[in-house]
T-cell receptor
């Protein structure tokens, strides 16, 4: 099955701790995109990062960093020195190709991160 | 620059009824995608509209239908509502049908009783 697995349902940390959110995916496609989105309590999904399947470079953006490894089909997300404002549900997503050139976006079930002061 | 807007914010319907949800895309975008997010789950892709036609569709029954207007806004219609249709319905807009860069709206919370 082609899918996205976020094994961590909930994570709770204390402010300033580092935290890594795991994402493992399965796909038969050779070309695909991976995404991370943040969903605060307001409900709106906020785009964080996009990676295509040919770009395995890790990326750092401020306190956020992403580790993409095709060999293990993983795309993990680390928040360094977490803050209370990082509390949200984080989703990993994958583009999947269907028949006739169609495409869809498949999300994992999400990881709820709570950062306590 | 207005982002993606959705209406209404909340809606309560009874089983068997029909509902229409609305979405206005971000300025400059021409494609609208709809997602259903049940409580505690990730969003599930329903379908995508581009050039006033349904272009791509997820695994949802025909009770779910949509429409896109010439101004690129879109409606999601759900007929014969079931309790299981209770969810947050998210709309996302993009320029073109690729999921490369989507902007999401705040969603419509539908409760079916």
């Amino acid at each position: 099955a082609q899918k996205v697995t976020q094994a961590q349902t909930e994570i709770s940390v204390v402010e300033k701790e580092d935290v890594t959110l795991d994402c493992v995916y399965e796909t038969r496609d050779t070309t695909y995109y991976l995404f991370w989105y943040k969903q605060p309590p307001s409900g709106e999904l906020v785009f964080l990062i996009r990676r295509n399947s040919f770009d395995e470079q890790n990326e750092i953006s401020g306190r956020y960093s992403w580790n993409f490894q095709k060999s293990t089909s993983s795309f993990n997300f680390t928040i360094t020195a977490s803050q209370v404002v990082d509390s949200a549900v984080y989703f990993c997503a994958l583009t999947l190709k269907g028949t006739g050139g169609s495409e869809k976006l498949v999300f994992g079930k999400g990881t709820k991160l709570t950062v306590n002061p | 620059d207005a982002g993606v807007t959705q209406s209404p914010t909340h809606l309560i319907k009874t089983r068997g009824q029909q509902v229409t949800l609305r979405c206005s895309p971000k300025s400059g975008h021409d494609t609208v995608s709809w997602y259903q997010q049940a409580l505690g789950q990730g969003p599930q892709f329903i379908f995508q509209y581009y050039e006033e036609e349904e272009r791509q569709r997820g695994n949802f029954p025909d009770r779910f239908s949509g429409h896109q207007f010439p101004n690129y806004s879109s409606e999601l219609n759900v007929n014969a509502l079931l309790l299981g249709d209770s969810a947050l319905y998210l709309c996302a807009s993009s320029l073109g049908t690729s999921f490369y860069e989507q902007y999401f709206g705040p969603g419509t919370r539908l409760t079916v009783t």
